[in-house]
């Protein structure tokens, strides 16, 4: 995996930008969740949001190691 991506000759930590993939995910599938009322099911949505979070960054982080 590369430790350093090019964005229009600014060089960002993988981490970085990683992280703001997952959380842009994060927000499209929770408001997804929120129109299907999948939020009265959740006992602890803030925890919910946080794993869901977390599990998308690491896949996202797999990611360039899978292609």
Do not use: K, Q
């Amino acid at each position: 995996m590369r430790a350093e991506v090019n964005i229009f000759g600014v060089y960002m930590s993988s981490v970085v930008v990683t992280a703001l993939l997952a959380w842009i995910a994060t927000m499209l599938l929770r408001r997804v969740l929120e129109r299907l009322g999948a939020y009265r099911h959740i006992w602890h949505p803030a925890l919910f949001d946080t794993s869901l979070f977390v599990l998308l960054w690491a896949g996202a982080s797999a990611l360039p190691t899978v292609i």
